[in-house]
């Protein structure tokens, strides 16, 4: 996944008129968006997940390896989702007492909302010229 160390998506030149810190928040809150979309896609794909597994059924194929992918992906993915921490108060951004929220978009402690309203407005009216 590229939400490792290694991978520093925008440094803070690339995304102008935002400053150092307010970059870093952007991409902090960039990765607990993308964890919750992973999660939601792995999700939705459970029916064509039902069909595969009816289609190698009936044609009498082995399916403890498809079903092994399929559910440790899930939780990969769940895992990944639930140990985010939000860059403001530091707690578990989607969980809040044992169950993991996944409607939510705000941290469930705090209430940051993982979507910056207005970043790209301002760097985009600071990149025009007035004349």
Same mark, same amino acid.
């Given at each position: 996944m !590229?939400? =490792?160390?290694?991978s520093n998506s925008k440094p803070a030149s690339s995304?102008? =008129? +935002?400053? &150092? *810190?307010q970059s870093q928040l952007y991409? !902090? +809150?960039?990765?607990?968006?993308r964890a919750r979309t992973r999660l939601l896609v792995c999700l939705l794909t459970l029916p064509v997940y039902a069909v595969a597994l009816w289609v190698l059924l009936?044609? *009498?194929q082995n399916i403890e &390896? /498809?079903? %092994?992918? %399929?559910? =440790?992906?899930w939780a =990969? /993915? &769940?895992i990944d989702m639930a140990r985010r921490r939000c860059p403001s108060c530091r707690q578990q951004y989607y969980v809040k007492s044992v169950l993991l929220n996944l409607i939510t978009r705000r941290c469930v402690h705090c209430g940051l909302e993982s979507k910056i309203s207005g970043s790209d407005d301002e760097a985009s @009216? *600071?990149? @025009?010229i007035e004349f």
């Amino acid at each position: 996944m !590229e939400d =490792g160390p290694e991978s520093n998506s925008k440094p803070a030149s690339s995304t102008p =008129g +935002l400053s &150092a *810190q307010q970059s870093q928040l952007y991409t !902090e +809150l960039r990765k607990l968006s993308r964890a919750r979309t992973r999660l939601l896609v792995c999700l939705l794909t459970l029916p064509v997940y039902a069909v595969a597994l009816w289609v190698l059924l009936n044609n *009498q194929q082995n399916i403890e &390896a /498809f079903m %092994y992918i %399929y559910m =440790g992906m899930w939780a =990969g /993915f &769940a895992i990944d989702m639930a140990r985010r921490r939000c860059p403001s108060c530091r707690q578990q951004y989607y969980v809040k007492s044992v169950l993991l929220n996944l409607i939510t978009r705000r941290c469930v402690h705090c209430g940051l909302e993982s979507k910056i309203s207005g970043s790209d407005d301002e760097a985009s @009216k *600071q990149d @025009k010229i007035e004349f």
